[in-house]
C-alpha cells in the first residue's frame, strides 16, 4: 500500500549520522523524503513553503539558540520537531522538543516512532484542550519549576490531595503527563516565558 510521501529536514552536522538515518528509514516501507539542512533558518524556509512535516535535529545546533528555536516552532505549528540525540544533553533543551529519539534505538524502533508520527497527535492537544483553570494554572507553574506534590501544596496552602486532583486534571485537559510535555505546553502557550523557566 502506498503512503503519502513525509518530507523530513534533518538537522545533523555528522554526514554518517544522516547517512545512517536516511538507510534505516529508507527500509521502513513509508516513503520519506530527507532533506539535509545546515541550519534552523534553512528548515523555516522550507517549512514557509509548505514542504515539510517532521524536523529532525540534533539537539547541539539549537544550543544557546532557544529563543529562536521556540519562535520557529511558534511560527511553524504544524511541524513536529524530533530531537535525535547520541550525547548527553540538557533536559530542559530536551524539553523544548515534541518528541525524542535515541540514536542507540534500533533501526526498527526509530522508523516506527517517525512512521507513527502525525502532526495530529502533537499538535491537535494545543488545539482541542479544555481551558485550566487559574488555580491550574498556578499549579503547573510550580509543576514546570520541579516542585513535588508537597512543595505546592504548602507553596499555595492547599492539601496535597487537592495538588494530585489538579495534576489530574491537568493531564486530562492538556492529554500530557510528562513534566517535559508539560513543560512545553506552558512555553507555548505563554504560561510561562522561557526566560523565567532558564532562570
Known sequence: MNREIKN???LEPSQIVFEGLSNVLSKSGQQFHLLRTDDLNEIQNLAALGKLELAIINPSQ??????????AKKNHP????????????????????DKVINITDSGESIAEQIKNL?????????????QLSEREIDVLKL????????EVADNLNISIHTVISHRKNISQKTGIKSQSGLTIYAISNKIIL????AK
Open 62 to 71: 539549537i544550543q544557546n539558540k532557544n529563543k529562536e528555536f521556540l519562535s
Open 143 to 150: 509543576i514546570v519549576k520541579g516542585f513535588s506534590n508537597k
Open 78 to 97: 504544524g511541524i513536529v520537531w524530533i530531537a535525535l540525540i547520541y550525547n548527553f544533553f540538557d533536559q530542559q533543551l530536551l524539553s523544548l522538543f
Open 8 to 10: 523530513i529536514a534533518v
Open 194 to 197: 522561557i526566560e523565567d523557566f
Open 118 to 130: 502525525s502532526n495530529s497527535e502533537i499538535h491537535n492537544n494545543d488545539v482541542e484542550h479544555e
